[in-house]
């Protein structure tokens, strides 16, 4: 509980650097430190031990205290988002406080605070970085070099004892100050790999994005366009339909200018708009089918959709060929787009008028298999599909009708948007010869659709 409450309070949101704000936490704990021990160790070192007091030590007490002060400012500094600033004000005056201390105290009144020093080449060159690190190899280097100086101007010991005891002291610190440099340099090697191969990752993943974003306008394209083309068919059966209905307008019209009362004249007016309403109909289902809409699964009746789009495969089909639909009296709700599955019944529509230039018979048989399967198994009377071509038929843009005459995409794309809906669309094996069967099987709703959906 303590922990996680000293951890959340040593977190700075107010740093801006990412890099920063992590290092943070660590280098406060590590200035809390700085700004109480020595001070502690000071204390015991006055009060615990029995050494005497050394020439210049009051002024490594002064220079140590002083530290453990700035350390503590900056841990302010640091609350208040001002990370840099700190670390390096922190960094310079250490660097000029050392340097002072050593040319007036000397080498050995600092004993105590060998471990210290270690510390500030670790912040330098963590925190900052390696021109930091080596500033401040530099200014202990110095600082050990006046040391020396110090202890033989003050005839604290002769001058090879002092310099070279500063010497081996700088080769410590050298190696130590390697070591850092040659770890902080692996780190930020590691972190430089890290964030290129994390640009790269997401620079593929807008590639994919903007890929997936293609495919799908594509996909809406393509749909659009077998709309069209489905569309295109229906048209000359539209005409034929649309003929039949204005002759009956005619002759309502004619029967009404000829009606001898008012109510043979009313019946006639009505058979009009009864012509006019299902007209008007016809032409708000090619309206509503040939639209680019976006795809929204629906759960619906797909036996009660099958009679409703009856008349739009007369029309697909023409008139040499009779509709067979075997329905089920029940509901059978699937979960699909239902624009595309009215798309997917006239494309085979299509291939099967294709296949019965004379005339022939056209069938939609559905059936529940079981409570989570819907079958529907589309055949015609015509030549069938060569052995040869079985394994192809869904295959893009593969077609064995002439250029002019569809694009090769209707069983490709029937394919896809049934198998993306979790169902199958499949070539009956056991049709072969004249005719063939397709098989859709699709997954059930689920839940019992209200009447008339």
Known sequence: M?????????????????????????????????GTLPPALWLYRILGTDIAWRPGETVSLSASLLISGIALWSVVLIRRGRFQWAIRQLMTLVAVILVGSYALSGLGAHMFEMPVQVL????????????????????????????????????????????GDA??????????????????AALRESLKEALAHGAGLEQANIRLRDEIGARERAQAQLLHAQKMEAVGRMASGLAHDFGHLLTLVNGYAANALEADSAGERAAALDGVRSATARA?????????????????????????????????????????????????????????DREQFVLVMLNLAANAADAMPDGGRFSVAARV?????????????????PEPLR??????????????????????????????????????????????????R??????????HT
């Not at 009708?401 to 056991?430: F, I, N, Q």
């Not at 699709?442 to 009447?451: D, F, Q, V």
């Open 391 to 440: 394994e192809r038929i869904f295959e893009p843009f593969f077609s064995t009708k002439p250029a002019e005459h569809g694009t090769g995409l209707g069983l490709a794309v029937g394919r896809d948007l049934v198998e993306a809906a979790g169902g199958s669309l499949t070539l009956d094996p056991a049709a072969r010869g004249a005719g063939a069967v397709f098989r859709i």
């Open 120 to 163: 500030w080449l670790f912040v330098a060159g963590m925190m900052i970085g390696r021109k930091a690190l080596w500033a401040m190899y530099g200014a202990i280097a110095l600082a050990l070099m006046l040391g020396a100086g110090a202890d033989v101007r003050n005839d604290v010991m002769e001058a090879s004892h002092a310099f």
């Open 369 to 385: 298999v079981d409570a989570a399967t819907l079958e529907i198994l589309v055949g015609d009377d015509g030549s069938g599909i």
């Open 442 to 451: 699709l997954p059930m709703g689920g839940r019992e659709l209200p009447p």
């Open 280 to 336: 008007s109909a016809q032409v708000r289902k090619l309206l509503h089918f040939g639209r680019r809409d976006i795809a929204f699964a629906e759960t619906f009746d797909a036996a009660g959709t099958l009679r409703e789009i009856e008349p739009m495969l007369r029309q697909t089909l023409g008139a040499a060929i009779r509709v067979d639909l075997q329905l089920p009296d029940s509901q059978a709700p699937i979960r699909f």
């Open 2 to 34: 303590v922990l996680g409450k000293m951890r959340h309070w040593l977190q700075v949101p107010a740093i801006a650097d990412p890099v920063d704000r992590r290092n943070a936490p660590m280098l406060q704990v590590i200035l809390l430190a700085l």
């Open 167 to 184: 010497v081996i002291r700088c080769v410590m610190f050298l190696l130590i100050a390697l070591v850092i440099d040659r770890s902080v």
